[in-house]
């Protein structure tokens, strides 16, 4: 995946400035892609060149102009090719993963305040997710196949996070029961 695509996919439903689209990724297209500012502005510089995106300058008279980014006909056309295709199963790059495999270089003590501050940052994560979900109808038969996607797509982190924080109190365990 690049972020183009999820620059695309967070366009679908409504038109959003260079500022607001950063602001997205810090939330629910954050849950799934993480960019900074910097790449995101790269990122949609590039989409309206090659035709993905159109742009519309809004004059401000406070403030700079603003640029208000649409998804394009070329862009869903990309976007849907992108999706039709078999996704690629994401390798692991976890940080704390390598951590934990080589922590018997520092004391059972460090390792295990590394584990539950991100055990913390998990628990943070799933009410992220918890609360996002509650958005959507309890009847799933009523949602649109637009809010049956978001919502499976955030069922999907609620899992993940529910893992994760499984993991964290096993390896706790694991390493409180040494002698």
């Not at 400035?17 to 892609?33: M, P, Q, T, V």
């Not at 940052?121 to 009410?127: A, K, V």
């Amino acid at each position: 995946m690049s972020l183009a695509h999820a620059i695309l996919a967070a366009l679908l439903e409504c038109s959003h400035s260079g500022y607001d689209l950063a602001k997205r990724f810090n939330g629910s297209i954050g849950f799934f892609w993480h960019a900074s500012h910097q790449q995101i502005y790269r990122e949609l510089s590039r989409l309206e060149s090659s035709g993905h995106l159109s742009c519309e300058l809004i004059e401000q008279d406070s403030r700079p102009n603003k640029k208000v980014y649409s998804i394009t006909e070329s862009g869903r056309l990309a976007l849907g090719q992108w999706i039709s295709r078999p996704a690629k199963s994401s390798p692991v790059k976890d940080e704390l993963l390598i951590k934990v495999f080589a922590g018997h270089l520092i004391s059972k003590d460090r390792l295990i305040d590394e584990i539950r501050r991100h055990y913390r940052q998990h628990r943070l994560n799933l009410e992220e997710y918890q609360t996002a979900v509650l958005h959507y109808s309890e009847d799933l038969q009523q949602l649109s196949t637009v809010q049956k996607c978001q919502y499976a797509a955030l069922r999907a982190g609620i899992h993940h996070e529910t893992a994760r924080l499984t993991w964290c109190e096993d390896v706790i365990r694991l390493l409180m029961a040494e002698s």
